[in-house]
């Protein structure tokens, strides 16, 4: 028999991890299939009707639904990528008694799940607002991806660091999700930070997800403009030094994961 490579071994892990998981999401029912991706799209939804109301009109020569799916539709993706692998050790405990399978398989296999519903729940949006005359497209769409990515590696990096520390302090779970309801406001989900007093955006600045927002929105919306102090530079080397640090702890405590 011919003797597997480790990248084969991986890849084989990788597959089997992703199958684990999408069935674990879905159920044996096909309602939960449709519950998994319906859900988020309700969310999103819900979130336009109700600012759309309040707002009215446009945002940035948009629609205000456009403005927010664009917004809040990668927000969900981060905040999900981090919160799912923190809960992937508890979840994959038992498989760990594989020498093939490792901790951070698990953390890499939620994330492309987590990917995959985000992209179906996108475009089944983008393709609603089409059909009722709402232009949803993507202007550059290279820019997008590559700000895309950033934003998956910094809510990777994130996760790590959520799941090392929950390990040996589970009872912080519950402060890291709550965490997250006002990063929904301060990231800009909802409204253009432009518009915020320049004192109160010289403190939201400090939020890697607002700059990842805005060049999103940047990247998505035509004759969009960010804010004043956004950057590029800023946004990479949050995502780069939230992926070291995550990488860092996991490698330390990568012994102490493996428990049963």
């Not at 399978?101 to 994330?111: N, S, Y």
């Amino acid at each position: 028999m011919r003797k597997r490579s480790s990248f084969e071994i991986f890849r084989n892990v990788l597959y089997a991890l992703v199958l684990r998981e999408v069935q674990g999401r879905f159920g044996t029912l096909r309602m939960g299939a449709v519950f998994t991706v319906l859900e988020p799209c309700l969310h999103i939804l819900g979130f336009a009707v109700i600012f759309g109301m309040i707002r009215g009109g446009t945002v940035g020569g948009v629609d205000y639904s456009v403005f927010l799916l664009v917004s809040l539709a990668p927000f969900l993706l981060f905040r999900n990528i981090a919160l799912q692998m923190m809960e992937s050790l508890e979840a994959n405990r038992a498989l760990f008694a594989y020498r093939q399978i490792l901790p951070l398989d698990t953390f890499i296999a939620r994330t492309l799940v987590e990917c995959a519903l985000a992209t179906i729940v996108f475009v089944i949006i983008s393709v609603s607002f089409e059909w009722y005359g709402m232009a949803a497209g993507i202007n550059n769409v290279l820019t997008w991806l590559i700000i895309l990515l950033a934003g998956i590696m910094f809510s990777f990096g994130l996760g790590c660091m959520f799941a090392v520390v929950t390990d040996f302090a589970p009872q912080i779970k519950i402060f890291i999700r709550l965490s997250f309801l006002p990063l929904y406001f301060t990231s800009s989900v909802f409204f253009p930070p432009s518009k915020l007093p320049p004192q109160a955006i010289n403190y939201l600045l400090w939020n890697p997800f607002l700059h990842l927002i805005e060049f999103l929105r940047l990247s998505a919306l035509p004759n969009y403009k960010v804010a004043d102090g956004v950057s590029l530079a800023f946004l990479m080397s949050a995502s780069m030094l939230s992926l070291f640090i995550g990488l860092a702890l996991y490698r330390t405590r990568r012994h102490e994961l493996l428990r049963l």
